[in-house]
């Protein structure tokens, strides 16, 4: 019998009719999500979709398979709905940009178990969510905070640098990729607008970003952990110094000692630490050596 797990992927990809949207919806990676539907295509015997540059679509042996998923989705929305109230399991609630929530959601098993008093709700954003008045309980930042009755750990430091994909045709005249202005939130966006490059394509989010490198459109900046990890990506240029951070984990003060959010902190801390290496840019894959360095 086929992993309901896989099927659930298959459903959102499905549906949204691409990886971006699928990561978004399930918290796996676009990199994760492909590998996984792959992997079905291979153990099922069938071509499950079209892949293209505007997306999956579905091929005939596909559209037969969504229909016979469609109403075991929707049966485990039911008993998962059932199952909480039933429960009574708290949310405990992150707040993250998208490269870390598609890092950790790369890494759910080590900050959940099924037996878990609690489940885990990812609220994937650039835009901060207020600790201070309880929109989430954690958050992820790139900075401690400032005001608020809120506490905070740092955790581990990341650095940035210019990734492009390792198959590209003519690295050497390639352009570069972009979070558009209006979406430009973290400061390794803001540094590539400010830069003397040629601009080939834009995007409204890092993950599409990330998806428009692995698709060689051109060269765009990343966290380290996030490009050295994709082996279909190599790094464009040096490390960008000036973008290096350290991450802090935030929680509101008065909050932090409730058993789930002190569990859950904890368990993001000893997930940081053991990828220290990646997150500081001390892993990469393959240095290409081309493009522009920055």
Same mark, same amino acid.
């Given at each position: 019998?086929?992993?309901?797990?896989?099927?659930?992927?298959?459903?959102?990809? *499905?549906?949204?009719?691409?990886? =971006?949207? *699928?990561?978004?919806?399930?918290?796996?990676?676009?990199?994760?999500?492909?590998?996984?539907?792959?992997?079905?295509?291979?153990?099922?015997?069938?071509?499950?979709?079209?892949?293209?540059?505007?997306?999956?679509?579905?091929?005939?042996?596909?559209?037969?398979?969504?229909?016979?998923? /469609?109403?075991?989705? +929707?049966?485990? !929305?039911?008993?998962?709905?059932?199952?909480?109230?039933?429960?009574?399991?708290?949310?405990?609630?992150?707040?993250?940009?998208?490269?870390?929530?598609?890092?950790?959601?790369?890494?759910?098993?080590?900050?959940?178990?099924?037996?878990?008093?609690?489940?885990?709700?990812?609220?994937?954003?650039?835009?901060?969510?207020?600790?201070?008045?309880?929109?989430?309980? &954690?958050?992820?930042?790139?900075?401690?905070?400032? =005001?608020?009755?809120?506490?905070? /750990?740092?955790?581990?430091?990341?650095?940035?640098?210019?990734?492009?994909? !390792?198959?590209?045709?003519?690295?050497? =005249?390639?352009?570069?990729?972009?979070?558009?202005?209006?979406?430009?939130?973290?400061?390794?966006?803001?540094?590539?607008?400010?830069?003397?490059?040629?601009?080939?394509?834009? *995007?409204?989010?890092?993950?599409?970003?990330?998806?428009?490198?692995?698709?060689? +459109?051109?060269?765009?900046?990343?966290?380290?952990?996030?490009?050295?990890?994709?082996?279909?990506?190599? !790094?464009?240029?040096?490390?960008?110094?000036?973008?290096?951070?350290?991450?802090?984990?935030?929680?509101?003060?008065?909050?932090?000692?409730?058993?789930?959010?002190?569990?859950?902190?904890?368990? &993001?801390?000893?997930?940081? +630490?053991?990828?220290?290496?990646?997150?500081?840019?001390?892993?990469? &894959?393959?240095?290409?050596?081309?493009?522009?360095?920055?």
């Amino acid at each position: 019998m086929q992993n309901w797990d896989d099927l659930r992927l298959f459903f959102h990809i *499905a549906e949204s009719g691409g990886l =971006s949207a *699928a990561a978004r919806e399930t918290g796996a990676s676009p990199a994760t999500l492909g590998r996984r539907m792959l992997a079905l295509e291979e153990a099922l015997g069938l071509q499950l979709f079209v892949r293209s540059r505007n997306g999956y679509e579905l091929t005939p042996a596909g559209q037969g398979l969504l229909a016979r998923v /469609k109403p075991m989705a +929707a049966a485990a !929305r039911s008993l998962d709905q059932w199952l909480d109230a039933a429960g009574n399991r708290p949310a405990v609630r992150i707040s993250a940009g998208t490269a870390t929530a598609a890092f950790m959601a790369d890494h759910f098993t080590e900050l959940w178990r099924p037996e878990d008093p609690f489940r885990i709700t990812f609220c994937t954003t650039e835009v901060r969510l207020d600790i201070a008045h309880r929109e989430v309980e &954690i958050g992820i930042r790139n900075s401690p905070p400032t =005001s608020g009755n809120l506490a905070s /750990k740092p955790l581990q430091t990341l650095r940035f640098a210019p990734f492009r994909a !390792r198959h590209m045709a003519d690295p050497v =005249s390639a352009g570069w990729v972009a979070v558009d202005e209006a979406h430009a939130m973290h400061p390794a966006a803001r540094w590539v607008l400010r830069q003397p490059v040629q601009v080939t394509a834009w *995007a409204s989010s890092v993950a599409t970003m990330h998806d428009l490198v692995r698709g060689c +459109a051109g060269i765009g900046v990343m966290p380290c952990f996030v490009g050295d990890a994709d082996p279909r990506l190599t !790094r464009a240029g040096a490390l960008i110094d000036e973008l290096t951070e350290r991450q802090h984990l935030v929680t509101h003060n008065d909050d932090r000692h409730r058993p789930e959010i002190r569990e859950v902190c904890r368990r &993001i801390s000893t997930l940081f +630490a053991r990828h220290a290496p990646l997150l500081a840019g001390e892993r990469p &894959i393959g240095l290409a050596g081309a493009g522009p360095e920055a």
